[in-house]
């Protein structure tokens, strides 16, 4: 079936390090990838997304590239700033189900 | 502001005792989901509905009931609380599903402690 694998967390980072996070799925046919992020206390909110092969999802300074060959879709920001402590999810949406990785907790030290 | 409330956002149940968390979208969405979240467990999947009148299982659906008289509501019942209920669950709503890139909005969180 239809599943997401992230990496395990917790990831710590120095302010404006580079991040990344890795995220692989499995899927048939051709599912929508996503990204939420988690504060603590809150729901999930969408970061970005990318409903097809080689579309770049974007969003405050968040980018993630569709890769087919690769069936990934990596997280990344160049320079993270300690507001962007928080849980995140890989999630994807494969026609009337939509699964998620199991989370990444990134914590960003001043 | 448009978007989709739980109620109530914590509660202490006794086992044994029944309950329903509420949720409520005002998006005109047709596609609302239970899940809960444990940690190091991510989110899973109770109950789903593609539309009023129309529910599915999802991944973990023993325990728990549905239905979804209106576009609106998708109540979800806790029939007989057990302490492995004990979780935070979130309601989430999308405009429909099928590849098409819409995404999930999310309520805020209901926190159960069944003690």
């Known amino acids: 079936g239809d599943s997401v694998t992230q990496m395990e967390g917790p990831v710590t980072l120095s302010e404006e390090a580079f991040l990344t996070i890795n995220c692989t799925y499995t899927a048939t046919g051709y599912p929508s990838l996503f990204w939420y992020v988690q504060y603590p206390g809150e729901g999930l909110q969408l970061l970005l997304k990318?409903?097809?092969?080689?579309d770049k999802g974007s969003n405050k300074g968040f980018e993630a590239t569709y890769r087919k060959e690769t069936t990934s879709f990596h997280l990344e920001k160049g320079s993270v700033q300690v507001s962007d402590s928080a849980v995140y999810f890989c999630a994807l949406d494969n026609f009337n189900k939509f699964y998620f990785g199991s989370g990444t907790k990134l914590n960003v030290k001043p | 502001n448009a978007g989709v409330t739980q109620t109530p956002k914590f509660q202490v149940l006794k086992t044994g005792q029944s309950m329903t968390l509420q949720c409520a979208q005002d998006?005109?969405?047709?596609?609302m989901s239970w899940y809960r979240q444990d940690p190091g467990m991510g989110l899973r999947l109770i109950h789903y509905s593609v539309g009023a009148g129309i529910t599915d299982q999802g991944e973990v659906p023993n325990g728990y009931n549905v239905s979804r008289s209106t576009t609106e509501d998708f109540p979800l019942r806790l029939l007989s609380a057990a302490p492995s209920q004990t979780s935070v669950y979130f309601c989430?709503?999308?405009?429909?599903?099928?590849?098409?890139?819409?995404?999930?909005?999310f309520g805020s969180g209901t926190r159960l402690t069944v003690v």
């Open positions: 990318a409903t097809k092969a080689d």
């Open positions: 989430a709503s999308s405009y429909s599903m099928g590849g098409q890139g819409y995404g999930y909005t």
């Open positions: 998006m005109n969405h047709e596609y």
